[in-house]
Every structure is written in structure tokens, then in C-alpha cells.
């Protein structure tokens, strides 16, 4: 099993940018992260497989990046350019263990 938590949420204004963390209890190879925008269902953001390639929801290409550092069992999402439409609580996943974090807000203002 695998324990993970987020940080790093916020309230930001449109145009600014802040990085997720998920902090896990154990070194993963692989990740997701999630969202869901008030209101609405949980959607995928973006995804890093154990091979190391990157998928990303069309709305985020070119705006949020996944990384690594192993050394700190930490993984990122850096969120730059916010959108309002960006506002939801975000989810990072391990997808072999199936384990969630509780979640992180972001919030952008116009």
C-alpha cells in the first residue's frame, strides 16, 4: 500500500501558477492527477506511466508539467498560466496501489 498527500493549493489570480505536491508514503514509479471542479465530476489531468512518458488533458498542454524527485518520494504538477476554469480540488493517485490523496484546492480568481 501507499499513503499520499497533496499540498501546495491555493487561491491564485488568473495568469499565476503554484505547484502540487504529492508526497508519498513509498517510492512510486507512476502517477496521476485528478480533478473535479465544483459541481462537476472528477476528471483526469495529467498522467506520468512507470516508463516516464507524460499525458496531459487538452485543456492544461503547455500549462502543467508532472515531475519527479525520488529522492523526496515527492511528485509535482506545476500549474502555470491558471484559468479560472482551472478552480477545482485536485487529486493526486497511484494507479498500481489505487490509493488517493485527500486533496488540495485551487482556486483561481479573475
Known amino acids: 500500500q501507499v499513503q499520499l498527500v497533496e499540498s501546495g493549493g491555493g487561491l491564485v489570480q488568473s495568469g499565476g501558477s503554484l505547484r502540487l505536491s504529492c508526497a508519498t508514503s513509498?517510492?512510486?514509479?507512476?502517477i496521476r492527477w485528478y480533478r473535479q471542479p465544483p459541481g462537476k465530476e472528477r476528471e483526469l489531468v495529467a498522467t506520468?506511466?512507470?516508463?516516464?512518458?507524460?499525458n496531459y488533458m487538452d485543456s492544461v498542454k503547455g500549462r502543467f508539467t508532472i515531475s519527479t524527485d525520488n529522492a523526496k518520494n515527492t511528485m509535482y504538477l506545476q500549474m502555470n498560466n491558471l484559468k479560472p476554469e482551472d478552480t477545482a480540488v485536485y487529486y493526486c493517485m497511484s494507479p498500481i496501489f489505487g490509493s488517493w490523496g485527500p486533496g488540495t484546492q485551487v482556486t483561481v480568481s479573475s
Open positions: 506520468l506511466s512507470s516508463g516516464g512518458s507524460t
Open positions: 513509498r517510492l512510486i514509479s507512476s
